[in-house]
């Protein structure tokens, strides 16, 4: 039986990998084929559609606001750009602002990512308490010390959504998604010849595209990379509230925790410790963290929050970059033709767009055309010279 050629094989078929496909065969440089192997059609785990599905630009990393910059430009003509034969996609992009809030000990780094913020033309204020109050009424101001607020380009979108217009669109344009999972790699040397299917297909391809999240370790491990990157639980709350909490953004406190408008109420969340995050497979809902940790911290924040019901509850899974939270794109130096898209840290998703295009660019040109990302490839994990991006949330 003659084995299967793709040249281009994308392990992972949610944000980051169909927006590869997406931006691979939309690009007339590029002449090959793509398939895409996604374990699961339904997607019902993956983090694409577990996520927060937020948006911001105010990060301390250069290179985070830049692809997010990104983000926003391809959200806001994402159904014109993403139609197939007339149907518009609509990912429901809001642009409702982010606001990260700072009591006095939080002002040293809110002020220093201001200004690396300001500097990359992110579209950003800071606020006075007085301002804060006056601007959101709702808001217990009383401890706090300032305010970052966006003014646009950041709020919240349907992940889902998304993920669905770049799938739909790239298989229009030639890319070919089949069910099934990657479950061994095939290496000579410094390269990647093929790969292996559950149902025991036996594939070659000329590059294969590691976009396979909380998988991506497993995948690396196949090929003999240790990937830092571990599988990190987090829960998301719906709640509503009777009174009316009017303009909204995503809210940042300075505790971590964070809500914002979702339909007719609200969604929130907070990271734990990182003394207290194992690593994590398993979807159940910490409830008691909502009861114990959230509600008095958003209460706290906006006392008509006193009176909420939470009504429903998931979790899904980070792929957290261990070292320092930030994506790991490109090839590794023992392999040419294997790219990574990982540890995305919980801000992937926003990312997807900027990432996608890049890894089509790497594809294509062997380099970054548009946004040089180089500074998020292996190098940075290889010799420890980590990029601390100080705004996680
Ligand atoms: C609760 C939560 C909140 C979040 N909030 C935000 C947010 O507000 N903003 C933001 O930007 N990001 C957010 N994120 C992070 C974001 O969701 C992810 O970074 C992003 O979706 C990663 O996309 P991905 O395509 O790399 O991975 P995933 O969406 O996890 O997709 C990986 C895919 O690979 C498939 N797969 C795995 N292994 C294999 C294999 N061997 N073979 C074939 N297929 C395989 C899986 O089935 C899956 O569909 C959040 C994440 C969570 C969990």
């Given amino acids: 039986m003659q084995t299967k050629h793709y040249d281009v094989i994308i392990a992972g078929g949610a944000a980051a990998g169909s927006a590869s496909a997406y931006f691979l065969t939309a690009n007339p440089d590029f002449k090959g084929s793509v398939l895409v192997v996604e374990k699961d059609f339904s997607y019902q785990y993956c983090a694409t559609a577990l996520s927060a599905a ?157 976009t396979a999240g909380t998988g991506g370790p497993r995948l690396a491990r196949q090929a003999g990379i240790a990937l830092p990157v571990e599988s990190r639980k987090r829960c998301v709350f719906y709640f509503q509230c009777p009174t009316v909490i009017a303009g909204c953004p995503m809210v940042i406190d300075p505790s971590g925790a964070y809500f914002r408008p979702e339909g007719q109420g609200f969604i929130c969340g907070i990271s734990p410790a990182e003394s207290n995050d194992p690593e994590c497979f398993d979807f159940d809902v910490e409830h008691e963290l909502f009861d114990e940790t959230l509600w008095p911290l958003l209460a706290a924040r906006v006392p008509a929050f006193e009176a909420i019901r939470c009504t429903r509850s998931w979790a899904g899974h980070y792929d957290m970059n261990t070292l320092d939270h930030n994506v790991i794109i490109g090839a590794h130096p023992d392999i040419e033709n294997l790219l990574f898209a990982n540890g995305f840290s919980g801000h992937g998703m926003q990312q997807s767009p900027a990432v996608g295009r890049a890894l089509s660019e790497l594809v294509t040109y062997g380099k970054f055309q548009t946004l040089d990302l180089s500074r998020m490839g292996w190098a940075r994990i290889l010799n420890n010279n980590l990029i601390i991006e100080k705004n996680i949330v």
């Avoid at 007339?86 to 002020?111: C, I, T, W």
């Fill in 54 to 210: 937020s948006i911001r630009h105010q990060f301390s990393t250069p290179e985070n606001i830049a692809m997010s910059q990104f983000g926003t430009q391809f959200l806001r003509r994402f159904g014109s750009v993403l139609a197939v034969d007339g149907q518009q996609p609509d990912a429901a992009f809001h642009e409702g602002g982010y606001l990260f809030l700072a009591s006095a000990a939080g002002m040293e780094v809110l002020l220093e990512n201001h200004r690396t913020q300001k500097a990359l033309d992110v579209d950003v204020a800071l606020l006075t308490p007085g301002q804060l109050a006056t601007r959101f009424p709702w808001l217990n101001t009383s401890d706090l010390a300032a305010g970052s607020l966006g003014l646009s380009g950041e709020g919240w979108l349907d992940a889902y959504g998304m993920m669905q217009g770049f799938r739909k669109k790239a298989i229009a344009q030639g890319a070919r998604y089949i069910e099934d999972e990657v479950v061994d790699v095939q290496r000579q040397g410094r390269r990647i010849t093929g790969v292996t299917l559950n149902d025991g297909t036996a594939l070659q391809c000329g590059t294969l595209i590691n």
